[in-house]
C-alpha cells in the first residue's frame, strides 16, 4: 500500500514562503499536490509526472515550484511569495502511471486520484 504523509504546513504573513514534504513515494509514482479552503471543492495546485514533467494552477505559477526527490522517496512543493487566498488544507496525492497530471490541475474538482494523505494546513495571514 501506498502511505503518504504531508509535512511543512504552518501559519505565515502575507508574501512569506513555505516548503511542503511528502514522503514515503517511490520515485515511478506521479505525484500531486491539491487543496481545499472551507466552503470551497477541492483544487489541483500542482503536480509532477514519473517523467518528473511538472503542470501547475494558473493562480500559484510562478509562485509555486513541485519537485521530486527520487534519493529520499520525496516529492516537494515550494510556495514562495504566498497570498491570503492559499489559505487551505493541503493534500498530497498519488497515482500510478500512466497519468495526465495536468488534469488534477486544470479540473474543479479533479478527476479521481488513488492515494492521499491526510492533508496539512497552510494559513496566510
Known amino acids: 500500500d501506498v502511505q503518504l504523509v504531508e509535512s511543512g504546513g504552518g501559519s505565515v504573513q502575507a508574501g512569506g514562503s513555505l516548503r511542503l514534504s511528502c514522503t514515503d513515494i517511490?520515485?515511478?509514482?506521479?505525484m500531486g499536490w491539491l487543496r481545499q479552503a472551507p466552503g470551497k471543492e477541492r483544487e489541483g495546485v500542482a503536480a509532477i509526472d514519473s517523467d518528473g514533467i511538472a503542470s501547475y494552477a494558473d493562480s500559484v505559477k510562478g509562485r509555486f515550484t513541485v519537485s521530486r526527490d527520487n534519493a529520499n522517496n520525496t516529492v516537494n512543493l515550494m510556495m514562495n511569495s504566498l497570498k491570503p487566498e492559499d489559505t487551505a488544507m493541503y493534500y498530497c496525492?498519488?497515482?500510478?502511471?500512466?497519468?495526465?497530471?495536468?488534469?488534477?490541475?486544470?479540473?474543479?474538482?479533479?478527476?479521481?486520484?488513488?492515494?492521499w494523505g491526510p492533508g496539512t494546513q497552510v494559513t496566510v495571514s
Open positions: 517511490s520515485g515511478t509514482y506521479c
Open positions: 496525492a498519488a497515482d500510478s502511471p500512466p497519468q495526465d497530471v495536468r488534469l488534477w490541475v486544470w479540473y474543479v474538482p479533479p478527476p479521481s486520484i488513488s492515494y
